[in-house]
């Protein structure tokens, strides 16, 4: 919920962009994006359902590490 929040609550930028305004440094949200099978400047609007479930299942892996 937290992540879609964050990514659809700032219109108009990129997933990448959105996703600084989460509790993590810069360097871990690009190793995150970069583990996820889409384009990292895509927009949050743009990401369906599956993707966002994707996207969050990565971060929970990250923040386990």
């Known amino acids: 919920r937290?992540?879609?929040k964050t990514a659809l609550?700032?219109?108009?930028k990129t997933l990448r962009n959105?996703?600084?305004?989460l509790p993590f440094e810069e360097t871990k949200v690009v190793r995150i994006l970069a583990r996820v099978p889409f384009e990292?400047?895509?927009r949050?609007?743009?990401l369906s359902v599956?993707?966002?479930v994707?996207?969050?299942n990565k971060i929970e892996q990250a923040l386990q590490e």
């Open 44 to 46: 949050a609007e743009q």
């Open 54 to 56: 994707e996207l969050t």
């Open 40 to 42: 990292q400047n895509i």
């Open 50 to 52: 599956q993707q966002f």
């Open 18 to 21: 959105s996703l600084k305004y």
């Open 2 to 4: 937290t992540v879609v």
């Open 9 to 12: 609550g700032k219109r108009r």
